[in-house]
């Protein structure tokens, strides 16, 4: 029973280069959340997805950065034209329904993440 | 918008000392939740208050959450070198959504054995 598993665990750019972050949710979940720790940071919500929709991107920079989840295969957390501000861990977490129930003691699982750093 | 803080940034123990983190927002909150999060690691939930004046033990791990709904603490009794690692609270705004979780930027927990 995989948990949430996100790749590359690890991705080096240079500035101006492209990263694409990988996100499989659990299996039987069709909720996914991105969200976004600087160093010695907090996480910062990003975007919240379901399947094939954007439901709030809320905390998504304007420009350079796009999500989405298709129908088939993993979440896709898109940086285009990386800068050094950029440099972070990018978590995803999964839910079978949307978000947080309060009747219940479960939080988000998170994946392992992807570290970014840009060069 | 909603902020969450959380103090200290940083504590060093003495293996079998103490340890408290202490959580508030700026705003009424519907939960709180805790997440602990190692070196290198990533958040790994701990618990879910969501009662005004919740208490919740888990072993040597004792939460709280305030009566007005904007405070919470972590304390741990007695640490161990393996209670080593970042404790983050994080909270859904009251009449928000039930997805954007706001963390605070964590207190980093060192044990020294």
């Known amino acids: 029973n995989a948990g949430v598993m996100q790749n590359p665990r690890h991705l080096v750019r240079r500035r101006g280069q492209e990263a694409r972050l990988r996100c499989s949710p659990m299996?039987?979940?069709?909720?996914v959340y991105w969200y976004r720790q600087l160093p010695e940071e907090g996480l910062k919500f990003m975007v919240y997805?379901?399947?094939?929709?954007?439901?709030?991107e809320s905390g998504m920079p304007k420009e350079r950065f796009s999500a989405e989840f298709p129908k088939e295969g993993p979440s896709i957390l898109r940086i285009q034209q990386v800068v050094r501000g950029d440099s972070a861990a990018y978590f995803c977490?999964?839910?079978?329904?949307?978000?947080?129930?309060?009747?219940?003691?479960?939080?988000?699982?998170f994946g392992s993440g992807t570290r970014l750093t840009v060069v | 918008g909603q902020q969450v803080m959380q103090i200290p940034q940083y504590q060093h123990v003495q293996e079998g000392e103490d340890f408290t983190t202490y959580c508030n927002s700026s705003?009424?909150?519907?939960?709180i939740q805790w997440y602990k999060q190692r070196p290198g690691g990533h958040p790994v939930f701990l618990i879910q208050?969501?009662?005004?004046?919740e208490v919740k033990k888990q072993k040597r791990l004792t939460f709280q959450f305030g009566e007005a709904k904007k405070n919470s603490s972590l304390h741990i009794t007695a640490t161990q070198t393996t209670d080593v690692g970042t404790y983050f609270c994080?909270?859904?705004?009251?009449?928000?959504?039930?997805?954007?979780?706001?963390f605070g930027k964590g207190t980093l927990l060192t044990v020294n054995p």
């Open positions: 977490a999964s839910s079978p329904r949307s978000g947080i129930r309060t009747d219940t003691n479960y939080g988000y699982t």
């Open positions: 299996k039987g979940h069709s909720h």
């Open positions: 997805l379901q399947k094939e929709n954007i439901i709030d």
């Open positions: 705003t009424t909150l519907s939960n």
């Open positions: 208050l969501v009662k005004s004046g």
């Open positions: 994080a909270g859904l705004n009251s009449g928000g959504s039930n997805y954007k979780l706001t």
